[in-house]
């Protein structure tokens, strides 16, 4: 088993497979991310580049939010 995240005590709900990890979110602020493999993180909607050749990012979620990232393993 692998913890993403501890966003879980703010109410967030996380989902992870085929190369994505989401979000949604309960409560405002930040959501670190911990990874089970170095990968490159892009923004799954915009295509934004968030990380590169990382094992944890971190992301600024306002509430009631859902944000989906693709991570492509290096």
């Known amino acids: 088993v692998h913890?993403?995240?501890?966003?879980w005590r703010t109410g967030a709900n996380l989902w992870a497979g085929n190369g994505l990890v989401g979000v949604h979110t309960a409560a405002e602020g930040p959501v670190r991310f911990d990874l089970p493999w170095e990968a490159t993180v892009t923004d799954a909607i915009t295509g934004t580049p968030i990380a590169?050749?990382?094992r944890s990012f971190e992301?600024?979620?306002?509430?009631?939010?859902?944000?989906?990232y693709s991570l492509q393993r290096q």
């Open 59 to 68: 992301v600024e979620l306002p509430k009631w939010t859902t944000a989906i």
């Open 3 to 7: 913890l993403w995240t501890d966003s």
């Open 52 to 54: 590169a050749g990382t």
